[in-house]
């Protein structure tokens, strides 16, 4: 069982859609990053918490630490928001210098 | 923006030889990593270094090899390609004061 586990796996969604992706970890973590990757496209980092939430334009990042849990939403959606959404974490001491990585959620918006 | 450049970022290459990808970043951050993307499997680490000559393995080193002389560049290092190596290869780097997170473009690589 992976440590990191993304749902759902595969997202379509009409413009203008909200859109959440979920997140959970199995492990103690000291932070957690959101990703993003376009088609053919190289990776960006959107989000890094380690608690709370953030936000930028009409991503929204959650994160609740003892239920192990986090959140992306997206507002209002729009078709340049296709792409995959990957969620990594981090962890403590040692473990603090490598991050586990889910498998992505795969969204498409369409027009 | 950390000025993270891979090269070469596409190669064809053949089975048996020998292949290195570098990662270079501007910013002279500590941390920096290799990892391939494959379908199905998403970002797995093949090494990481905290420091000039520090590196260590990650979960998929087997067949690899890493080395850092230089703050500024990482090279990953196929000494015999297969084709099970055939994959994109990413190198990050990790800012020490804030954690964040900055991703080279990409390296695809393919073992005929």
């Known amino acids: 069982k992976n440590e990191v586990e993304q749902s759902p796996q595969n997202l379509t969604a009409q413009e203008g859609e909200f859109i959440t992706i979920n997140c959970s970890y199995s492990?103690?973590?000291?932070?957690l990053h959101w990703l993003q990757q376009h088609p053919g496209g190289g990776i960006v980092s959107l989000f890094m918490?380690?608690?709370g939430k953030k936000k930028h334009g009409r991503l929204i990042a959650t994160i609740n630490i003892q239920e192990k849990h986090s959140s992306l939403h997206i507002t209002a959606s729009h078709p340049r928001d296709s792409a995959v959404y990957i969620c990594?974490?981090?962890?403590?001491?040692?473990?603090?210098?490598?991050?586990?990585f889910g498998a992505g959620t795969i969204l498409r918006v369409k027009s | 923006d950390a000025g993270i450049t891979q090269s070469p970022r596409h190669k064809v290459t053949e089975t048996g030889t020998p292949v290195t990808l570098r990662c270079h970043q501007t910013?002279?951050?500590?941390?920096m990593y290799w990892y391939r993307q494959d379908p199905g499997h998403g970002l797995r680490l093949i090494h990481y270094?905290?420091?000039?000559?520090?590196?260590d393995k990650g979960e998929v080193s087997d067949g690899y090899s890493v080395s850092r002389s230089k703050t500024e560049d990482f090279l990953l290092t196929l000494e015999s390609a297969t084709s099970s190596q055939t994959s994109v290869y990413f190198c990050?780097?990790?800012?020490?004061?804030?954690?964040?997170?900055?991703f080279g473009e990409g390296s695809r690589l393919t073992v005929l």
């Open positions: 990594a974490v981090r962890g403590f001491g040692e473990y603090g210098n490598k991050l586990v």
């Open positions: 492990v103690g973590i000291s932070a």
């Open positions: 918490l380690s608690s």
């Open positions: 910013e002279n951050h500590r941390y």
């Open positions: 270094s905290y420091g000039v000559k520090d590196t």
């Open positions: 990050a780097v990790r800012d020490w004061n804030t954690g964040e997170l900055f």
